[in-house]
């Protein structure tokens, strides 16, 4: 049942004034003050922006042992959703693709620094333009965060010696439209 307003209204301005600049208990985001070890599998997934960064074949230097990413995408990635076509079925078809968990999100060297699995683990907060925080995926898109429109070709339309043409650089960089939230610009 709705609270009655006329206790407020007798209160007098000033009591009503303090009643709205109080602070208001809001529970805290599930992502927010959590060990990794903590969320249930659904929230664990849900950390996902779906950019499909950590889905372009990566390269490793074999005298630096530098990786390096190509604009190439696995042959299950969808450059204009930016998501795997088979996720269910996806480790049986591709045999490098990974399963994130808390421990491996810690070592792995290359997940993307807008990565929000590496962004937790860091102790950083989730941008603005994360679909958890703006309500929306395409945010990660406008963004520029996600791989649509710049994967160059997928791995199996592409002559294994020649992937080295295809290493570029902003997989592991933050670009200038995620910097600022689009009202703020
Ligand atoms: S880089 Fe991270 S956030 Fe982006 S698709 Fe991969 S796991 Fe998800
Ligand atoms: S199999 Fe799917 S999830 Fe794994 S790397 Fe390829 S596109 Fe990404």
């Given at each position: 049942?709705?609270?009655?307003?006329?206790?407020?209204?007798?209160?007098?301005?000033?009591?009503?004034?303090?009643?709205?600049?109080?602070?208001?208990?809001?529970?805290?985001?599930?992502?927010?003050?959590?060990?990794?070890?903590?969320?249930?599998?659904?929230?664990?997934?849900?950390?996902?922006?779906?950019?499909g960064r950590c889905c372009l074949?990566?390269?490793?230097?074999?005298?630096?042992?530098?990786?390096?990413?190509?604009?190439?995408g696995c042959?299950l990635l969808?450059?204009?959703?930016c998501?795997c076509?088979?996720?269910?079925?996806?480790?049986?078809?591709?045999?490098?693709?990974?399963?994130?968990?808390?421990?491996?999100?810690?070592?792995?060297?290359?997940?993307?620094?807008?990565?929000?699995?590496?962004?937790?683990?860091?102790?950083?907060?989730?941008?603005?333009?994360?679909?958890?925080?703006?309500?929306?995926?395409?945010?990660?898109?406008?963004?520029?965060?996600?791989v649509?429109?710049?994967?160059?070709?997928?791995?199996?339309?592409?002559?294994?010696?020649?992937?080295?043409?295809?290493?570029?650089?902003?997989?592991?960089?933050?670009?200038?439209?995620?910097?600022?939230?689009?009202?703020?610009?």
């Amino acid at each position: 049942m709705p609270r009655q307003p006329s206790q407020t209204n007798t209160q007098g301005s000033q009591a009503r004034g303090q009643a709205r600049n109080a602070p208001i208990d809001e529970p805290q985001p599930f992502w927010k003050g959590k060990a990794l070890e903590a969320f249930t599998q659904p929230e664990w997934e849900s950390l996902c922006d779906g950019c499909g960064r950590c889905c372009l074949v990566k390269l490793e230097d074999e005298d630096t042992g530098e990786i390096h990413f190509t604009d190439l995408g696995c042959k299950l990635l969808d450059g204009e959703t930016c998501r795997c076509s088979d996720y269910r079925r996806r480790r049986q078809r591709v045999r490098d693709c990974l399963k994130l968990t808390p421990e491996s999100v810690r070592s792995l060297p290359w997940l993307p620094p807008t990565c929000a699995y590496r962004v937790l683990a860091e102790g950083r907060n989730l941008a603005w333009w994360h679909p958890l925080v703006s309500g929306t995926p395409d945010s990660v898109h406008d963004a520029g965060i996600s791989v649509r429109g710049r994967v160059a070709a997928l791995e199996t339309e592409v002559k294994l010696d020649d992937y080295p043409d295809y290493i570029v650089s902003w997989p592991k960089k933050v670009p200038k439209a995620a910097k600022v939230p689009p009202r703020k610009r």
